[in-house]
């Protein structure tokens, strides 16, 4: 793990008057958007941009309600499945992936879509498909360590035939799989999991099946390690720690987890501002504030604004590792004008 970086800016709003707390606020970096939640965002206003609205997008684009509803207000309407679509619509698949079934409805009834997957998990995918091997001679059955029902194990699962995977929820299910031919085995994993409950996972399967092919690099994305480690940098001095995500986000929810068991007293989801009880914040001296990979920096700002017109805040951000990762749209978007 890099090195902690330290930076203090000390921060008191007009409001605040003489007598009120000194809150100590500990922001983990990175934080907020990855840079598959921001191609997913860039692909659906980019669309909008290009060919009016509406632009259909099945299911959410990320899972964050504030970024689903400003892309609501540009035009983007939200559906679960392509039946919702009329003809001449154009859809966007979600950046969790899809199984093949879903572009193969596509292009049957001749709608013009737009893949906004993430490359990362596109790359889990092909793992996938390289594992299979087409059924032949060389395939091997797949274990996917990831949650039930998550549209990303749903999407992974999808790009295989029916009983080509199976799917490890926890350690426990690890110990009791029984596959068919433990000779023939290789394993994938969701992108979003705990770096810690995946590595215990791992151990265990390749205890029990000691010829078990795992990928050429790890499943588990650089934002989701990287997020999950500023907050293991927070938590140890936080009275609490605030992650702000959606419920539904694998990732935010991890983050949860992750702040719990490095330290933190105490670790909340929060999906915005108006959702936070200012009551927690009554026996807190130190909060640790931190983002889901698909939630907007700006709820962050907003947060730390909302503070400081009831404390005095001393502001303190940790980073410790600078991300510059950065994808191209897809076809036939190319690069945004």
């Not at 290009?50 to 509803?69: C, K, L, M, Q, W």
């Not at 049957?108 to 091997?133: M, Q, W």
């Not at 010829?211 to 938590?235: F, M, S």
């Not at 939630?295 to 980073?319: C, G, H, K, W, Y």
């Amino acid at each position: 793990m890099p090195d902690t970086l330290t930076t203090s800016r000390p921060q008191a709003s007009p409001e605040t008057g003489s007598e009120a707390k000194t809150l100590r606020v500990l922001l983990a970096g990175p934080r907020g958007f990855c840079a598959g939640v921001d191609r997913a965002i860039r692909v659906v206003e980019e669309a909008l941009r290009r060919y009016g609205a509406p632009v259909y997008v099945r299911h959410e684009i990320v899972h964050n309600r504030t970024v689903v509803e400003n892309l609501e207000e540009q035009g983007a309407i939200f559906v679960e499945e392509l039946d919702e679509v009329p003809e001449d619509g154009h859809v966007v698949f979600s950046a969790h992936g899809v199984p093949k079934s879903v572009p193969a409805e596509a292009q049957r009834r001749n709608l013009l879509y737009l893949d906004a997957t993430c490359p990362l998990v596109s790359k889990v995918h092909r793992e996938a498909e390289r594992h299979f091997a087409g059924g032949g001679p060389d395939a091997r059955h797949i274990l996917m360590i990831g949650h039930a029902g998550h549209p990303e194990v749903v999407g992974t699962m999808g790009q295989l035939p029916p009983g080509a995977v199976t799917l490890i929820n926890d350690a426990e299910e690890a110990r009791t799989v029984q596959p068919e031919d433990p000779s023939r085995l290789a394993f994938i994993t969701q992108t979003t999991l705990s770096v810690d409950d995946t590595s215990e996972i791992v151990e265990i399967l390749r205890e029990r099946f000691p010829l078990i092919e795992g990928p050429k690099k790890e499943d588990i994305c650089y934002a989701t390690t990287n997020r999950q480690e500023a907050v293991k940098a927070i938590a140890p001095e936080s009275d609490l720690v605030i992650v702000i995500g959606s419920p539904n986000s694998s990732n935010s929810q991890r983050l949860r987890e992750v702040a719990e068991r490095s330290g933190a007293k105490r670790a909340l989801l929060v999906p915005k501002l108006a959702a936070l009880d200012w009551a927690v914040l009554d026996d807190v001296e130190t909060v640790g504030i931190t983002a889901g990979a698909s939630a907007p920096e700006s709820l962050v700002q907003e947060m730390v604004d909302a503070m400081s017109t009831r404390f005095r805040l001393n502001i303190e951000e940790r980073i410790v590792k600078k991300e510059n990762v950065a994808f191209r749209l897809p076809s036939p978007l190319g690069e945004p004008v």
